[in-house]
């Protein structure tokens, strides 16, 4: 392993958010429980999702067990958007080129393969520790094919957001942005959530809120997010 000798490591570690209890958890918590929608439907989770999409900004939140499993849910979609739908036991972005953010949490790029994709690194900005839309640009020149691009937003910061946007527009790529760290950031009144296609966000024990587990699909596509309610 390479270590940097010009770095010197923190003393402490510095913890992402941990979890605190504001009062109200335990009555949704027992009222679920009592009324016996201890299950993957019902009142609380209808309620998640009202939020997720009105606090985001986006059309429609879909909750599902995790935020990787909203991502595997945004690459589905974007490949069945992109390359038709795939034949049972083939992935929806088999042997397909995706654009992948190269500094991140591994859950960014494993619902990648997932769908049988072929992730390519694209390089890290300093200023921002995310993606360098300079080094997005020119993957493109070497790859015009690639049609999809998937950006995380790390530790809750994100990127060149907007000029990520612009350069897949211009290429006619879809964006799926890794929200999971950023609920409630934004960038010059920008929501983080509402730059991609598709976003997902997390409510794993360490995010900026959280049901221990969890997180949402976020779309503006109403076809989309209906056709993951039979699939959660
Ligand atoms: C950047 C990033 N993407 C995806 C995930 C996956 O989220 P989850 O644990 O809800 O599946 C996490 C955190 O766990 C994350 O930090």
């Known amino acids: ?9 923190f003393k402490n570690k510095i913890w992402l958010a941990s979890p605190t209890m504001h009062g109200e958890e335990l009555k949704y918590m027992t009222e679920a429980y009592e009324t016996n929608w201890m299950s993957t439907v019902g009142e609380n989770i209808n309620e998640v999702e009202r939020i997720a999409a009105e606090k985001s900004g986006m059309k429609y939140a879909v909750g599902l067990s995790c935020c990787t ?7 589905k979609l974007a490949g069945e958007r992109l390359y038709g739908r795939a034949q049972i036991s083939h992935g929806a972005l088999e042997g397909r080129r995706v654009f992948c953010s190269d500094m991140t949490f591994n859950a960014t790029v494993n619902p990648v393969v997932y769908e049988g994709g072929i992730p390519v690194f694209i390089d890290t900005e300093e200023s921002s520790w995310n993606m360098d839309p300079e080094a997005l640009e020119r993957a493109f020149e070497l790859y015009p094919e690639v049609k999809l691009v998937v950006c995380a937003e790390l530790y809750g910061f994100p990127g060149d957001m907007k000029r990520i946007r612009e350069i897949c527009d211009k ?12 609920m409630g950031a934004e960038l010059n009144g920008i929501k983080c959530g509402t730059f991609g296609d598709y976003s997902a966000v997390s409510y794993n024990g360490n995010k900026i809120i959280t049901g221990s587990a969890g997180g949402c699909l976020l779309t503006n596509d109403i076809e989309d997010a209906a056709c993951q309610v039979t699939t959660r």
């Open 1 to 9: 392993m390479y270590i940097r000798k010009d770095i010197e490591p």
């Open 69 to 75: 499993a909203a991502l595997h849910l945004c690459c």
């Open 171 to 182: 290429h006619g790529a879809l964006l799926i942005e890794d929200a999971a760290e950023a």
